[in-house]
């Protein structure tokens, strides 16, 4: 079981807007650690996608979007396309592992 | 063009030794901490461990599924990451991916390599 608790999956039709939540505790990311997201298109390596919760790195388009309350974060991704089926993973910092954890991923499917 | 190329995958028995490379290039490789994530097959990311780099004195840090197993180095003349697994398990086998960030970034990581199949079996 992972200390990020994200949905298993997701899906969308094409155009649409989904988001994907990450809820973490009191040691990770209410403890105020930023969170990350990262894709996984299939048989490749993750790539990240937002940085320090809200920051898309050059070359991501603004169509994903991060944010944090409290314990938790999401990732939106509006204006759903078949080339955004992928695996999402979120990744922060644990105090209390002294070390970083991930979401378990969740599956993006686009209809 | 920045590249993280890992080598030395393979198959080995339970309680087996392995070494895993990871060659960079085309960043400032002494100005980034360096990681090992692994991927079981069909599961999700698992962090390894870090080692930072000159100026945060290269200390490393550890899961604990692999603490007292697992020993992270690097070689910052060679820009190149290591790792060494010893009493290798089952439950160890996992495509092993080094990533980098730049210090003092906040943790995420900025480049991955392609990876790295290690398969621990009798």
């Known amino acids: 079981q992972s200390v990020l608790t994200q949905p298993p999956s997701v899906s969308g039709a094409p155009g649409q807007r989904i988001t994907i939540s990450c809820t973490g505790s009191?040691?990770?990311?209410?403890?105020?650690?930023?969170v990350h997201w990262y894709q996984q298109l299939p048989g490749t390596a993750p790539k990240l996608l937002i940085y320090n919760n809200i920051n898309r790195p050059s070359g991501v388009p603004d169509r994903f979007s991060g944010s944090k309350s409290g314990t938790s974060a999401s990732l939106a991704i509006t204006g759903l396309q078949a080339e955004d089926e992928a695996d999402y993973y979120c990744?922060?910092?644990?105090?209390?592992?002294?070390?970083?954890?991930f979401g378990g991923g969740t599956k993006l499917t686009v209809l | 063009e920045v590249q993280l190329v890992e080598s030395g995958g393979g198959l080995v028995q339970p309680g087996g030794s392995l070494r895993l490379s990871c060659a960079a290039s085309?960043?400032?490789?002494?100005?980034?901490?360096m990681d090992w994530v692994r991927q079981a097959p069909g599961k999700g990311l698992e962090w390894v461990g870090r080692?930072?780099?000159?100026?945060?004195?290269?200390?490393?840090e550890y899961a604990a599924s692999v603490k007292g197993r697992f020993t992270l180095s690097r070689d910052d003349s060679k820009n190149s990451l290591y790792l060494q697994m010893n009493s290798l398990k089952v439950e160890d086998t996992a495509v092993y991916y080094c990533?980098?960030?730049?210090?003092?970034?906040?943790?995420?990581?900025?480049?991955w390599g392609q990876g790295t199949l290690v398969t621990v079996s009798s």
């Open positions: 009191s040691s990770n990311i209410g403890a105020g650690y930023d």
């Open positions: 080692t930072r780099n000159k100026g945060n004195s290269y200390t490393t």
């Open positions: 990744q922060s910092y644990d105090s209390s592992l002294s070390g970083w954890v």
């Open positions: 085309g960043f400032s490789f002494s100005d980034h901490y």
């Open positions: 990533a980098s960030g730049r210090v003092a970034s906040g943790g995420y990581y900025s480049y």
